[in-house]
Antibody, heavy 113, light 106 residues
Framework: EVQLVESGGGLVQPGRSLKLSCAAS????????MAWVRQAPKKGLEWVAT????????YYPDSVKGRFTISRDNAKSSLYLQMNSLKSEDTATYYC??????WGQGVMVTVSS | EIVLTQSPTTIAASPGEKVTITCRAS?????MYWYQQKSGASPKLWIY???KLASGVPNRFSGSGSGTSYSLTINTMETEDAATYYC?????????FGAGTKLELK
């Protein structure tokens, strides 16, 4: 059974950094592209980042490009999202996903002073 | 960027009623994906590759479409189908989502 478990969320001040982690199990992690998707409170879904199987290719929307970095450690079956220069509009639940069908339970990030 | 426009934004249906949700893309996409999300829960893949039902999805659901026009249909609405449905394309980056359609029980 595919399991994706996010961690690392919390309350952070604007302008600061936070790193999310996602522990994957139940499948051969290194064979799959992985992604992060977020959902602001009471809002819709927004794709945040995708990474190729080796980690050599990464993709971001303009809203986070230059501030967020997706990475992976295939040896540890782990996915990461380094978030820098956080803004209040980054407040959301962040989901780790194995596109298209498997999602974690999500981790809340609140950016507030 | 491919913009996905879902309609309607909200719809109320009675048990047994037929429901159709549409998703229009600003440019052609190869496949459309649909997710169901209930309050407080993670989204669940509902339909993939435009018309294939994800594991456990009842066969009263169907998906269809091509190019820039896609739809999700529920043949006969049931209570448990009340949720928000999102379309998404993985064809090109950014991997955009539709804004969602909230399906309520009438």
């Amino acid at each position: 059974e595919v399991q994706l478990v996010e961690s690392g969320g919390g309350l952070v001040q604007p302008g600061r950094s936070l790193k999310l982690s996602c522990a994957a199990s139940g499948f051969t992690f290194s064979n799959y592209y992985m992604a992060w998707v977020r959902q602001a409170p009471k809002k819709g879904l927004e794709w945040v980042a995708t990474i190729s199987t080796s980690g050599s290719r990464t993709y971001y929307p303009d809203s986070v490009k230059g501030r967020f970095t997706i990475s992976r450690d295939n040896a540890k079956s782990s996915l990461y999202l380094q978030m820098n220069s956080l803004k209040s509009e980054d407040t959301a639940t962040y989901y780790c996903a194995r596109p298209p069908g498997s999602w974690g339970q999500g981790v809340m990030v609140t950016v507030s002073s | 960027e491919i913009v996905l426009t879902q309609s309607p934004t909200t719809i109320a249906a009675s048990p047994g009623e037929k429901v159709t949700i549409t998703c229009r893309a600003s440019s052609s996409v190869s496949y459309m994906y649909w997710y169901q999300q209930k309050s407080g829960a993670s989204p669940k893949l509902w339909i993939y590759d435009t018309s294939k039902l994800a594991s456990g999805v009842p066969n009263r659901f169907s998906g269809s479409g091509s190019g820039t026009s896609y739809s999700l249909t529920i043949n006969t609405m049931e209570t448990e189908d009340a949720a928000t449905y999102y379309c998404q394309q993985w064809s090109s980056t950014p991997h955009t989502f539709g804004a969602g359609t909230k399906l309520e029980l009438k």
